[in-house]
C-alpha cells in the first residue's frame, strides 16, 4: 500500500474523493514529477542537446504542474474542486504534451521512454480523479 494511500485511510475527517483512485493520482503524479526531473537530466548529457530543447522545456514543466497538482490533492481539509480541478486539467495537458514529446525520442533514448510512460500512467490518472471528482 502506498504512502497516500495510507495517509488517505488515517485522516481524520471526511475524505472528498475515492480514496484509491486519490492515492493513485497522488502516486502517479509524484512518479512522474521524479521522472521527468530525471529525464530532463539525462536528456542533457546526449550529444544532440538542440534537439532536446523541448524535450527538457516540457519535462520541467511537467515537473512544476505534477508537483503543485500533487500538493493540492493530497490536502483533504475543506477541499475545493474549482480549484483541484483546473490543476488537474492543466497536469492531463501537460503529461500528455510531454509525453508526446517524450515519445519522439522513445526509440533512441531509453529514458525518454520512461518518461513517456510516467507521463501516460499520469495523465490517465488524473483523468480518472477528475471524473470522480464531487
Sequence with gaps: MS???QLLDAYPGTVSNDRGILASAIDALSDCAQVCIADADADLREQDLA???KCIR???DCV???TATAGVVSRQ???DAS???PLLEACVATCKACGDE???HA???EHCRVCEQACRRCEQACQELLAAIK
Design 58 to 60: 516540457l519535462c520541467l
Design 107 to 109: 526509440q533512441h533514448h
Design 64 to 66: 512544476d504542474v505534477c
Design 83 to 85: 480549484i483541484t480541478r
Design 51 to 53: 534537439e532536446m530543447v
Design 77 to 79: 481539509t475543506d477541499f
Design 3 to 5: 504512502y497516500a494511500r
Design 102 to 104: 517524450c515519445g519522439r
